[in-house]
């Protein structure tokens, strides 16, 4: 049932994430070695695989908190380069959501939330405020605005970081492991938000998780990394219940016990 | 089986329970402590006679004047009054805004006022001086009831203490031309020019150490190694080599006709030198901000400057407040070393004071007046700092 509901939440055909043999070296450490992937506007793609496999780094590159050293990546029709106007156009469209929140420990709530709008946008704090507000109340926390990330739980925090990303309106969210760091109650919280991003907006996802429920419910599309390579892809029910490679088996048989 | 709530015994609680757990807690401990106390009364009886019997203390206030303002010409010395009610004023509004810290502040301007007013009392500056002290002190608190009712913007007035700074000076040193006759830095001294040569130092040290700190993480090269070869250089060499270099060399490299006057050479020195310490603090600041922060500045949209001024800044000013400020208590403390280059700050003054006749057997006297005044200026700095530590943390740990 729930797959034919995430099948009926058909993505576009209109390309958004264009990567085409990316490379990246930590050093002398090869850890993508050539990766092709494209994501259409209002698609969810869940990445998986062990940690190491390259999976993070990957999509770290589509908005340059890594720097690719081969191979293109363009989002939205604009190439990821050297051109800190085309990284800033780039980053202006993406929002990003870290395994460790990263909030701003010296700012409320809110504040992590408006920066920045207000900075980058050059929103009023008025019409900032207003958006902030909207965005909690959204992820179910309003009345927590004025408390600083320390006195939040760990899914408030992670619900703040995600509010924070789409305050500035970005056409794609890329999520990095955004439950690992959770204590197993909060994670459902996180996933509710993430799940309603995805079918009530149809907003264009990137997940690197291992939440398999949430990738067989949300996901068009899972892709499985594995020493730098995409080892395999396709649609969730396929993956589940006929994957194609020994290794995504074997890697599925370990986390489903 | 609900268990009942018991009061503790009563020999473990309050002052008594203190005393027991703490100084009284075994034989050899109450030992201990009676021979301590004992020989405390003791130093107290003895120090405390001293103190009131046979000290002179009116080798302090005969001589207040120069202890306050150096050779700074008497008849003038009411500019000095007035300019002190700026900060008066100021710490007051601002006490009266923002509470907490600056209150601690405000609160210690106000004391350190009326002491010096009652010192005049008994000293032969005169009645007038008593009153300029004790009206700024009293300025202080009606500046405060000010400050709580009007609600003055952050803005306004951290502008207005900017400004104070230029007017002080000014209203000082005079100005050619105008009612305000001008007096040379070399006739300022005492208390004022340690706190004034104190004052620059921080003002200036501090953006200026920041700076060299962004520009030692900066990632051009240039900038890289010119903040970290100026690090280093002030680093390894001492206080009074740049106070020498300053007074004696930087007048050769000057283009001609230029002169930059002693206490301005000791002021630029001191704040070169202050700035590479600031620097190299706020390095291990910036250090300690996980690289996560940067990511998800950079990840918002973010630039570079805004990254920095938004998000790093704040966390690392605040995690070095306290080896700031005992950086700036040492250097309010190495500012009598501009003694070696001629300067009559408030320890020279003391021993120019020993110099007369009159004050023959007050070297004690003068020099415990010296040192509390640099105690109280020093322990109200560490105070604020405490403050400023506690009301910047709210929220995290």
Redesign the interface.
Same mark, same amino acid.
């Given at each position: 049932m729930s797959d034919s509901v995430a099948e009926t939440k058909q993505a576009t055909n209109r390309e958004i994430i264009v990567a085409r043999d990316v490379h990246k070296w930590f050093g002398q450490l090869h850890v993508l070695r050539g990766i092709d992937l494209t994501v259409n506007v209002g698609e969810v793609v869940v990445i998986f695989g062990a940690s190491g496999s390259g999976k993070s780094t990957f999509i770290r590159t589509i +908005?340059r908190?890594e720097e690719h050293q081969r191979g293109t990546i363009t989002v939205d029709g604009i190439e990821l380069t050297n051109d800190i106007r085309n990284i /800033?156009a780039v980053? !202006?469209e993406?929002? =990003?959501v $870290?395994q !460790?929140f +990263?909030? $701003? *420990?010296?700012l409320?709530a809110l504040q992590n939330i408006t920066? #920045?709008p207000m @900075?980058?946008r050059k929103y009023a704090r008025k019409d900032a405020d207003a958006v902030g507000m909207k965005l909690l109340e959204r992820v179910g926390i309003p009345e927590q605005a004025h408390?600083? *990330? #320390?006195?939040l739980s760990g899914g408030q925090q992670q619900r703040v #970081?995600i509010a @924070? /990303?789409l305050a =500035?309106n970005p056409k794609i969210m890329l999520f990095d492991e955004p439950t690992s760091a959770l204590d197993p109650e909060m994670i459902s919280e996180v996933l509710d938000v993430m799940r309603g991003l995805a079918e009530e907006q149809g907003m264009t996802m990137i997940c690197v998780t291992h939440e398999m429920g949430f990738a067989r419910a949300v996901a068009n599309r899972m892709v499985f990394f594995d020493e730098g390579v995409i080892v395999e892809e396709g649609p969730p029910r396929q993956i589940f219940e006929a994957p194609q490679q020994e290794r995504t088996k074997r890697f599925l048989s370990q986390i489903l016990h | 089986m609900t268990a009942e709530t018991l009061t503790p015994p009563a020999t473990t609680i309050g002052p008594i329970g203190w005393l027991r757990a703490n100084l009284f807690s075994g034989p050899v401990s109450a030992f201990v402590t009676v021979l301590v106390g004992a020989a405390l009364v003791w130093l107290a009886i003895q120090v405390g006679g001293w103190a009131t019997a046979d000290a002179r203390w009116s080798v302090v206030t005969d001589n207040l004047r120069v202890f306050l303002i150096g050779r700074y010409p008497g008849d003038l010395a009411w500019r000095i009054w007035l300019s002190l009610a700026i900060p008066s004023v100021l710490a007051g509004l601002s006490a009266g805004a923002f509470g907490r810290t600056t209150r601690t502040l405000a609160v210690t301007l106000s004391a350190v006022q009326a002491l010096i007013a009652i010192l005049i009392a008994f000293s032969p500056i005169g009645i007038l001086g008593v009153v300029a002290y004790a009206a700024n002190a009293a300025a202080v608190w009606v500046s405060y009831a000010v400050g709580r009712r009007a609600r003055i913007p952050r803005r306004v007035l951290a502008g207005a203490w900017l400004v104070s700074l230029p007017i002080t000076f000014v209203l000082i040193a005079g100005f050619r031309g105008t009612p305000l006759t001008p007096v040379g830095t070399n006739e300022w001294g005492g208390l004022l020019l340690t706190v004034l040569l104190a004052a620059v130092g921080i003002v200036l040290s501090f953006p200026l150490g920041v700076l060299l700190a962004l520009g030692r993480r900066s990632r051009l090269p240039a900038v890289r190694i010119l903040s970290t070869g100026y690090i280093e250089l002030i680093r390894g060499v001492p206080l009074v080599t740049i106070l020498f270099m300053a007074d004696l060399i930087l007048p050769l490299f000057l283009p001609g006709g230029w002169q930059l006057d002693r206490v301005a050479r000791a002021m630029g020195g001191i704040s070169l030198f202050s700035a590479a310490y600031v620097a190299e603090n706020v390095r291990g600041g910036l250090q300690s901000i996980p690289s996560g922060q940067v990511e998800a500045a950079q990840a918002l949209g973010l630039s570079g400057v805004q990254t920095n001024i938004s998000i790093v800044l704040p966390q690392a000013l605040r995690a070095v407040i306290p080896a700031n400020v005992g950086l700036f208590i040492s250097l309010l403390k190495d500012t009598t070393l501009v003694t070696i280059i001629g300067l009559l700050e408030l320890l020279n003054v003391g021993r120019a004071v020993l110099g007369q006749p009159e004050s023959l057997g007050a070297r004690m006297e003068v020099y415990l007046f010296i040192a509390a005044v640099f105690f109280v200026l020093c322990y109200a700095m560490s105070q604020a700092s405490y403050r400023l530590e506690r009301q910047l943390g709210v929220g995290t740990r």
């Open positions: +908005n908190l /800033a980053r !202006s993406i929002g =990003m $870290f !460790s +990263n909030l $701003f *420990p010296h409320t920066l #920045a @900075r980058v408390k600083y *990330p #320390a006195q #970081a @924070r /990303a =500035m | -």
